[in-house]
């Protein structure tokens, strides 16, 4: 069954069941209320025609002048009054035998009593007279407010309901359509969109935060997700065939050069030089391309352990000293926590460390080896580390290419690198579960932020708990602790 059809059918019996059981409580409250009120009707004649035709004359007179005026006769209305015997045995007046078994007895049990035949409805009471007399008072008529007002009122309700089913199935259908309909065309347009037209996106019926428009971004977000990854591989594979293709080529043209002619062995070797370096840049692409496939998002495969980060950062400025000698690099450490367990993070030591090592050399490279700062603070429970630099920054019209492997920037030309250090740099501090976000202005510079998730929470470190988890994690156990990453 369609969606569509559900909403209608669920939409109608809700409707229709309040609709009937609204119409159910009318008629069964107007129909009680007739009965009731008809049967004070009853009580007021009866009650002022026996003391119109067995009080005294002149008082009689005045209850039937006003009966006549005020209390019109009911339709086949009949009073009857008999007198009961001193010894109340009523069974020898025979007229009283035409009533309900019951009916006399109860009225001279309880003072009244009523019952209805379909539309024919009787009233009994007793009345004393002044003189001690006890009348058993007799009242019928047919209530017409029943048999005609009541009826019309059951006939209307039934046309009304009738009614109410086809409005309520018109509008049920039609909000239906309106509100089904967005969805529709957005699968219809779904279908459309395949890997040769990933630009397609969703119209947005309004920029409302309803759920139509949420799952319309929801989906454009996605193409977008998906078109960045499918131009990520084609750009990946088309960089990777140019950066290992040219290394290749080199060595290649220097042997078909070298093998030329005969030559002095001298010259053979500064060809064999030659050759050597430019393999070795092919292999430091290929070691770089399957240290970026191993830190693809498979975290599970690598050891963590309890780090300081302030300690990883002062050996990655030495490492980074050891390749670049004129390389500046200022540490900040003013922002440190005074608690030390604040520092602690959840580490693949070497990975890390290459991570960071990557974005600092970048910072010394790029900025012609200007003064590099790094920055180590720590706020809610996150440990952040900041790399800025006053290099060549990257243009805006490129940032969005900046974490695709081997892209390179275009002014970059008189700088070497392969394009690899910040995409495997961001993958490793994903598998760290944190984030890497960079800012870059052209020509003022770049700002690299890693942000790091704490080793301990801050209810362990504000109850103490730390000191022993670090116990517990030296004795071994910690490995426990470093398995949930």
């Given amino acids: ?59 009689g007179n005045i209850i039937r002048e006003l009966r006549q005026e005020y ?39 309880d003072g009244t009593s009523m019952y209805n035949d379909r539309r024919t409805f009787f009233y009994g009471t007793t009345y004393t007279t002044v003189g001690k007399a006890t009348y058993l008072v007799t009242i019928s008529a047919e209530n017409y407010f029943i048999t005609h007002h009541v009826h019309y009122l059951r006939n209307l309700l039934f046309t009304s309901l009738g009614i109410a089913f086809v409005i309520i199935f018109v509008v049920a259908f039609l909000f239906t359509r309106k509100y089904i ?17 990933l630009h397609l996106r969703l119209n947005q019926q309004s920029k409302n935060d309803d759920t139509i428009s949420q799952l319309s971004q929801t989906f454009n977000d996605m193409l977008n997700r998906l078109e960045t990854s499918f131009e990520t591989q084609k750009n990946f594979i088309s960089n990777a065939s140019h950066e290992l293709n040219t290394p290749l080529t080199s060595i290649i043209g220097e042997a078909d050069v070298t093998l030329s002619k005969v030559r002095r062995p001298e ?14 840049k092919l292999d430091k692409k290929t070691k770089a391309l399957l240290m970026l496939a191993q830190t693809g998002f498979d975290g599970k495969r690598q050891k ?33 926590p005074e608690n030390p367990y604040r520092l602690k993070i959840n580490a693949n030591e070497a990975l890390l460390h290459l991570a960071l090592s990557n974005i600092i050399l970048n910072g010394c490279k790029y900025s012609n080896f200007s003064p590099v700062h790094v920055a180590l603070g720590v706020s809610d429970g996150k440990v952040i580390i900041i790399v800025k630099d006053e290099g060549i920054g990257i243009p805006d019209s490129e940032m969005k290419y900046i974490y695709d492997p081997y892209f390179r920037a275009s002014n970059t030309e008189n700088h070497e690198g392969y394009g690899i250090g910040l995409p495997l740099a961001r993958n490793i501090v994903r598998m760290h579960r944190g984030e890497l976000v960079v800012n870059s202005t052209e020509n003022k510079g770049t700002t690299v932020q890693i942000t790091l998730p704490c080793f301990f929470t801050n209810q362990e470190i504000n109850d103490g708990k730390a000191e022993q988890i670090v116990k517990a994690y030296r004795e071994g156990r910690a490995s426990q602790v470093s398995g949930n990453i």
């Fill in 181 to 197: 309909q967005p969805i529709n065309d957005i699968i219809e347009k779904v279908k459309e969109i395949s890997s040769e037209n």
């Fill in 267 to 280: 010259e053979y070797i500064m060809s064999l030089q030659t050759i050597l370096e430019e393999a070795e």
């Fill in 71 to 109: 209390l019109e006769v009911l339709p086949d209305e009949e009073i009857k009054m008999y007198k009961l015997p001193d010894n109340g045995d009523w069974q020898g007046i025979r007229e009283l035998g035409r009533f309900r078994d019951g009916f006399i007895e109860e009225i001279l049990e």
């Fill in 304 to 336: 963590f352990q309890m780090l300081r980060a302030d300690q990883l950062i002062m050996d990655v400025k030495d490492t980074v000293e050891k390749i670049y000698p004129g390389s500046k690099i200022s540490i900040d450490f003013s922002l440190l």
């Fill in 1 to 59: 069954m369609k969606t569509q059809n559900k909403i209608v059918y669920v939409l109608l019996t809700i409707f229709f069941s309040y609709t009937l059981l609204f119409s159910g409580f009318i008629y069964y409250s107007i129909s009680n209320y007739a009965f009731t009120d008809f049967y004070k009707r009853l009580e007021i004649r009866a009650i002022t025609t026996a003391k119109s035709q067995l009080e005294n004359e002149g008082e």
